[in-house]
């Protein structure tokens, strides 16, 4: 059975009326879970609707149980969302975990909701506002979502971590940092998880919906409004709560709300932790590509991306500032002479670049290959640049270990771990501080500049596992 057919089973027996689905079709986003947007056609009517659903096969029942009971809770708390119309573990057509909510308007592309003419009076108060939203979703009594976790994150960021065996000295830093550093805890409080624009529908008059519950728990509350504040999910804009609106702002809003007011200090340690958590689900993102489970050109990026979590990490503990680094020398060009002739390695990526962005793209009518192809277009500048760089960075990178006497990153990071290392030394500092700056150079050099538009390529679907 088809997903159509099995759609228009479940809605006739849950209306007790025949129903029919048209306009179906895929949406992009959703790291994790498939989401399709269609619309019912039946006796009273038609209606938008959208499914989400477990990759067949790969299903977590619980947690989609636990994500319709967050909607539910949070809808009967004043939390706007989509309501429920039904869930359950299986269904023929379907044949994984799923839910089926109301369409809700609004924009969810994180650059169109900063930039839109349309939606520039949401903006304007749009960061107190989701302050507020916040508060109405950690008043939700967490016996009603009794079924979610409430695991340590930091636990859980650093045990995902380790389970890499790939030692890293900026997340060995970063942790030894959130160890010293940890705030007392808020009391407990349903946790959204993934608070942020991409998850987010804004509708002219404001925030019409809060998407994507699938990360809940039960936690401190100002977790979620670290997580907003993280560089990542601002998408290239300036302001610090989500390229649109002040942490004050933000704090303003939740007080009003809530009658309570975070520490601007607590916020600043959660949005450290926030940073960690992204490189840490950057990476395991990554490691699905790598191992094969999920051969994936987004998943791909996305691990080459993580040392801009690094950078971002380095800058908010204060290790860096905001100086770009010089510009790499300019390599000398490819001489004629090679045993495989001209045009050059360099030359052919530029002319596939070209070609992919001025000759392909603009004929792309569907926006998931669009989607993909600029993807696919950012994977080769990277190839581009470490080509023409890469070689003498490694030259580079090897004579700062050996002046710390570390073979490899491994090395130095666990050095770090066991304090056998410290920042404070100059060129423990400079092994550290260069090797990201390599692969920031390599990956999205344009990160350096904290004013400066992220690449488009940068993803927005699901955070992730945690």
């Known amino acids: 059975m088809e997903v159509a057919a099995g759609i228009a089973e479940i809605l006739s027996a849950h209306w007790g009326a025949a129903v029919s689905v048209t306009n179906l079709r895929r949406l992009t986003g959703g790291a994790s879970r498939q989401i399709w947007s269609f619309d019912a056609v039946h006796s009273e009517g038609t209606g938008g609707y959208v499914l989400r659903r477990d990759p067949p096969g790969h299903g977590d029942a619980p947690r989609m149980r636990a994500e319709a009971a967050c909607l539910r809770a949070a809808r009967a708390a004043g939390v706007p969302v ?86 890293r000295p900026v997340v060995e830093i970063a942790l030894r940092w959130l160890n010293a550093h940890r705030p007392p805890a808020h009391g407990k409080a349903l946790v959204h998880g993934d608070f942020r624009l991409g998850n987010l529908l804004i509708a002219g008059d404001g925030t019409a919906g809060v998407l994507d519950w699938e990360l809940a728990h039960i936690g401190d509350p100002v977790e979620d409004l670290g997580w907003l504040c993280v560089r990542a999910w601002r998408f290239g804009g300036d302001a610090p709560v989500a390229g649109v609106g002040t942490r004050e702002e933000l704090l303003d809003g939740y007080e009003r709300v809530a009658r309570w007011r975070p520490d601007p200090k607590d916020l600043h340690w959660w949005e450290v932790f926030g940073t960690l958590r992204w490189l840490v689900l950057g990476r395991f993102q990554a490691q699905k590509h790598i191992a094969g489970t999920e051969p994936s050109a987004e998943l791909a990026a996305i691990g080459r991306r993580v040392c801009e979590s690094e950078w971002d990490l380095l800058r908010i503990m204060g290790l860096v500032d905001d100086v770009v680094p010089p510009p790499e020398p300019v390599p000398a060009p490819e001489l004629p002479g090679d045993l495989h002739g001209l045009p050059g390695v360099a030359d052919l990526l530029d002319a596939v670049i070209e070609e992919l ?87 999205n050099p344009r990160h350096f500049d904290p004013h400066r538009t992220q690449g488009s390529s940068q993803p927005a679907g699901s955070a992730g596992p945690l």
Do not use: W
Not at 409 to 416: W, Y
């Open 357 to 443: 962005g001025d000759g392909i793209a603009p004929s792309l009518t569907d926006a998931g290959a669009a989607y993909r192809l600029k993807i696919c277009t950012s994977l080769l500048r990277v190839v581009r640049r470490e080509h023409q760089i890469g070689s003498g960075q490694r030259v580079a990178h090897s004579g700062r270990l050996a002046r710390v006497d570390c073979r490899d990153e491994a090395e130095l990071a666990l050095r770090l771990r066991n304090g056998g290392l410290d920042m404070s030394d100059p060129d423990v500092h400079s092994a550290v501080i260069g090797a990201v700056v390599e692969r920031l150079r390599v990956a």
């Open 82 to 167: 989509p309501e429920v119309v039904v869930a359950a573990d299986t269904a023929p057509g379907l044949d994984a975990p799923f839910l089926i909510m109301e369409r809700l308007p609004g924009e969810s592309i994180p650059r169109k909701i900063q930039r839109n003419e349309g939606l520039s009076g949401a903006r304007t108060r749009l960061a107190g506002e989701l302050g507020g939203i916040l508060a109405r979703i950690h008043a939700v009594p967490v016996s009603e979502v009794a079924m979610l976790g409430t695991d340590d994150p930091l636990h859980v960021v650093q045990d995902l971590y380790r389970s890499f065996s790939e030692p």
